[in-house]
């Protein structure tokens, strides 16, 4: 009985090839994941500023820096020129302030209350308001005021 060995010819390339014929191909594209994510990300940052409590508030402009995001949504209270005071978006009578903060502090996890007054209101509102908020059981009170104002420094 003889046998016979069969013997290995390599083809000739025709072209370029990848591996095998019919293999398939282990690559991942990240072009279309990095385009959807940039897309996402430019619509994100336009519509964060849009997010914000829609109660018309003048704000003073300072040169202090933004606080830090939280995790929580922020209770907003707001002073308008007026001298109305608003929680969130709803009005609310200063009789009722400190009631109304306190059944608040006690369902939320974050003591923190964003003031938002109005630069014409006058500081004994914008100091009793805060008052209010520290006996609400708030007492991480974070001031809003817009940025590029003058700075104590002279700059």
């Given at each position: 009985?003889?046998?016979?060995?069969?013997?290995?010819?390599?083809?000739?390339?025709?072209?370029?090839?990848?591996?095998?014929?019919?293999?398939?191909?282990?690559?991942?594209?990240?072009?279309?994941?990095?385009?959807?994510?940039?897309?996402?990300?430019?619509?994100?940052?336009?519509?964060?500023?849009?997010?914000?409590?829609?109660?018309?508030?003048?704000?003073?402009?300072?040169?202090?820096?933004?606080?830090?995001?939280?995790?929580?949504?922020?209770?907003?209270v707001s002073i308008t020129a007026e001298g109305t005071i608003t929680l969130m978006k709803t009005e609310?009578?200063?009789?009722?302030?400190?009631?109304?903060?306190?059944?608040?502090?006690?369902?939320?996890?974050?003591?923190?209350?964003?003031?938002?007054?109005?630069?014409?209101?006058?500081?004994?509102?914008?100091?009793?308001?805060?008052?209010?908020l520290n006996a609400g059981g708030f007492n991480n009170i974070g001031l809003v005021t817009e940025t590029?104002?003058?700075?104590?420094?002279?700059?």
């Amino acid at each position: 009985m003889g046998g016979s060995v069969a013997q290995f010819k390599p083809r000739a390339r025709r072209g370029r090839r990848r591996g095998r014929h019919g293999a398939l191909m282990s690559e991942i594209n990240v072009t279309p994941f990095v385009d959807v994510m940039l897309v996402l990300l430019i619509i994100f940052m336009v519509a964060a500023p849009l997010m914000t409590v829609g109660v018309p508030v003048e704000l003073p402009k300072t040169s202090a820096t933004p606080l830090p995001s939280v995790e929580e949504e922020p209770l907003t209270v707001s002073i308008t020129a007026e001298g109305t005071i608003t929680l969130m978006k709803t009005e609310i009578a200063r009789d009722e302030l400190i009631e109304k903060l306190r059944a608040i502090a006690a369902e939320r996890q974050d003591n923190k209350v964003f003031l938002r007054a109005d630069g014409r209101v006058p500081y004994e509102v914008v100091a009793q308001v805060m008052g209010a908020l520290n006996a609400g059981g708030f007492n991480n009170i974070g001031l809003v005021t817009e940025t590029g104002g003058p700075s104590m420094d002279g700059r």
